[in-house]
């Protein structure tokens, strides 16, 4: 559970590693700013009491990064709209906060590091933004070094 700007809402991380270290080639600051600011939407958007789930695995070169919400979705006209500055879809509360930046500024953030951020709705309702990130294989000398148990 995660709380402050979250109000208590549960978060459920998953690292789907198959035993290994998810590794990129990424700016961290910039990366974290990207995640922070899908699951405070994740927050804005959701039905309170609803969890958000963030999954992290590796998929080929790349490092996929998921934030999920059991929110109303993005209508399919909209998907690509939502990533556009200052967009904000019609209908949206007044009390929601936030200027229709964060998406804009997050897949530039994101495209300016090789990924992206993409967006698919969510199997019963709800949204799922994926951030991709270029991912890194260790050289084998370092790999065979580490302990996956010792690592944080």
Not at 71 to 90: N, Q, T
């Amino acid at each position: 559970r995660v709380s402050g700007g979250l109000k208590g809402r549960e978060v459920r991380v998953n690292l789907e590693d198959g035993g290994t270290l998810l590794v990129g080639r990424f700016d961290l600051a910039q990366s974290v700013r990207v995640l922070v600011n899908l699951v405070d939407n994740a927050h804005k958007y959701a039905p309170p009491g609803t969890p958000i789930a963030v999954t992290a695995r590796v998929a080929g070169d790349t490092l996929e990064i998921a934030v999920a919400d059991q929110g109303s979705g993005v209508p399919a006209l909209e998907v690509e709209r939502i990533f556009e500055p200052f967009y904000r879809a019609p209908g949206l509360a007044p009390d929601v906060g936030g200027t229709g930046l964060g998406l804009a500024i997050s897949r530039q953030l994101a495209r300016a590091q090789g990924g992206d951020i993409r967006y698919r709705p969510a199997a019963g309702g709800g949204s799922v933004f994926t951030l991709t990130l270029p991912a890194a294989q260790l050289p084998p000398a370092l790999r065979s070094n580490l302990n996956p148990e010792d690592v944080p």
